[in-house]
T-cell receptor, first 113, second 112 residues
Framework: EDKVVQSPLSLVVHEGDTVTLNCSYE??????LLWYKQEKKAPTFLFML????IEKKSGRLSSILDKKELFSILNITATQTGDSAIYLC?????????????FGKGTHLIIQP | AAGVIQSPRHLIKEKRETATLKCYPI?????VYWYQQGPGQDPQFLIS???????DKGSIPDRFSAQQFSDYHSELNMSSLELGDSALYFC???????????FGNGTRLTVT
């Protein structure tokens, strides 16, 4: 059974701090790893990672994948209160076709002013 | 930019009733996925469609069925509703396989 584990489950920091969110996985036929930010409604797409060691960056957010050690990290620098959300890691794995994602439980990030 | 549209936004049904949720993918997206997210839970994959054919099946109960139509919109049909079916139901779409999923805002189903 495919498994995605995120840590920490919950994190409270002050504005301006840098945070690192972790995601490890055990899946058969790995295809890609995705990060989503979920506030009150739909998860919004952040990054899709398929290759090891290549950092993806968008503003203050960056992410990297290690396919040998089976994990990914999501970094957020100079955090702002608007970064408060649940960050979901999901892995696409399978035989091909439109395989569903397996989600981790999420990291609930709270940024205090 | 156009997003994934789901309707209705909220739905209240009684036990043993049926419900139909609709999803309109982003234009030109040919793949649709359905997820169920219970309170405080991560989204659980139910079923997906690619080019109007069922592509993958997750933890979808036998009481549920879904299909994708010629205009690529999809409907999730839920029968003999149970209290445990109360959840947020997300639809997501993607452009072919191997591209990221984009989620709609979800339909919140409450079964009383």
């Amino acid at each position: 059974e495919d498994k995605v584990v995120q840590s920490p489950l919950s994190l409270v920091v002050h504005e301006g701090d840098t945070v690192t969110l972790n995601c490890s996985y055990e899946v058969t036929n790995f295809r890609s790893l995705l990060w989503y930010k979920q506030e009150k409604k739909a998860p919004t797409f952040l990054f899709m990672l398929t290759s090891s060691g290549i950092e993806k960056k968008s503003g203050r957010l960056s992410s990297i994948l290690d396919k040998k050690e089976l994990f990914s990290i999501l970094n957020i620098t100079a955090t702002q209160t608007g970064d408060s959300a649940i960050y979901l890691c999901a892995v696409e794995a399978g035989r091909g076709g439109a395989d569903g994602l397996t989600f981790g439980k999420g990291t609930h990030l709270i940024i205090q002013p | 930019a156009a997003g994934v549209i789901q309707s209705p936004r909220h739905l209240i049904k009684e036990k043993r009733e049926t419900a139909t949720l609709k999803c309109y993918p982003i234009p030109r997206h040919d793949t649709v996925y359905w997820y169920q997210q219970g309170p405080g839970q991560d989204p659980q994959f139910l079923i997906s469609f690619y080019e109007k054919m069922q592509s993958d099946k997750g933890s979808i109960p036998d009481r549920f069925s879904a299909q994708q139509f010629s205009d690529y919109h999809s409907e999730l049909n839920m029968s003999s509703l149970e209290l445990g079916d109360s959840a947020l139901y997300f639809c997501a779409s993607s452009l072919g396989q191997g591209s990221p999923l984009h989620f709609g805002n979800g339909t919140r189903l409450t079964v009383t």
